[in-house]
């Protein structure tokens, strides 16, 4: 006995499919939860630093990182010429550092945010679940972004509480 064959028409959710575009990419992405780091750098003596969701892990050995910044971003300048970044994993408690390092023109390294200045001169931020400082070892372009890959130095990954998700447009806590 043989078993029946699959069905050959195309599912109708397939059909449906919207054609490439910005939009699809957003909207789909909007359905993939993300960890939020802060990335931050030294220019000209003043600190920069924006609000990244495309931070990934690139290889253990040597220890590589990636993420995007669009070359349009007023913290772009700072990464473009930086030697050193700084790589932060915001906790669930730290949404509103989240919106205020994603806000443009907002003072991000005004009173309310806490940081000191770590090795090779980058910002680091207080109270993230953890931290690294990268030496930067390829801008790659890819559209109006670049694609940063960094090697890590020096961390910190001992800070208390549970990571902070961007999922559907917002800043959200894990769930048990």
Same mark, same amino acid.
């Given at each position: 006995?043989?078993?029946?064959?699959?069905?050959?028409?195309?599912?109708?959710?397939?059909?449906?499919?919207?054609?490439?575009?910005?939009?699809?990419?957003?909207?789909?992405?909007?359905?993939?939860?993300? =960890?939020? $780091?802060?990335?931050?750098? &030294?220019? =000209?003596?003043?600190?920069?630093?924006?609000? $990244?969701?495309?931070?990934?892990?690139?290889?253990?050995?040597?220890?590589?990182? @990636?993420?995007?910044? =669009?070359?349009?971003? @007023?913290?772009?300048?700072?990464?473009?010429?930086?030697?050193?970044?700084?790589?932060?994993?915001?906790? &669930?408690?730290?949404? %509103?550092?989240?919106?205020?390092?994603?806000?443009?023109?907002?003072?991000?390294?005004?009173? =309310?945010?806490?940081? @000191?200045?770590?090795?090779?001169?980058?910002?680091?931020?207080?109270?993230?679940?953890?931290?690294?400082?990268?030496?930067?070892?390829?801008?790659?372009? $890819?559209? &109006?972004?670049?694609?940063?890959?960094? %090697?890590?130095?020096?961390?910190?990954?001992?800070?208390?509480?549970?990571?902070?998700?961007?999922?559907?447009?917002?800043?959200?806590?894990?769930?048990?």
């Amino acid at each position: 006995m043989t078993a029946p064959a699959a069905p050959t028409a195309p599912s109708p959710r397939f059909d449906a499919g919207l054609p490439g575009s910005p939009d699809l990419l957003r909207s789909v992405f909007r359905q993939h939860a993300a =960890g939020v $780091a802060v990335i931050t750098a &030294e220019t =000209g003596g003043r600190p920069a630093g924006f609000t $990244a969701t495309s931070l990934n892990s690139v290889s253990a050995d040597p220890p590589l990182l @990636s993420f995007t910044i =669009g070359t349009g971003s @007023s913290s772009w300048p700072a990464v473009r010429d930086s030697e050193y970044l700084g790589v932060h994993v915001l906790g &669930e408690h730290q949404r %509103e550092l989240a919106g205020l390092f994603a806000r443009s023109g907002a003072d991000r390294f005004g009173p =309310g945010t806490d940081w @000191s200045t770590g090795p090779h001169g980058v910002p680091v931020l207080d109270g993230v679940l953890a931290w690294l400082v990268c030496r930067v070892v390829a801008r790659v372009p $890819a559209g &109006e972004h670049r694609v940063i890959i960094a %090697e890590a130095v020096v961390g910190d990954p001992a800070g208390e509480g549970r990571p902070l998700l961007y999922h559907q447009g917002r800043f959200n806590a894990l769930r048990d």
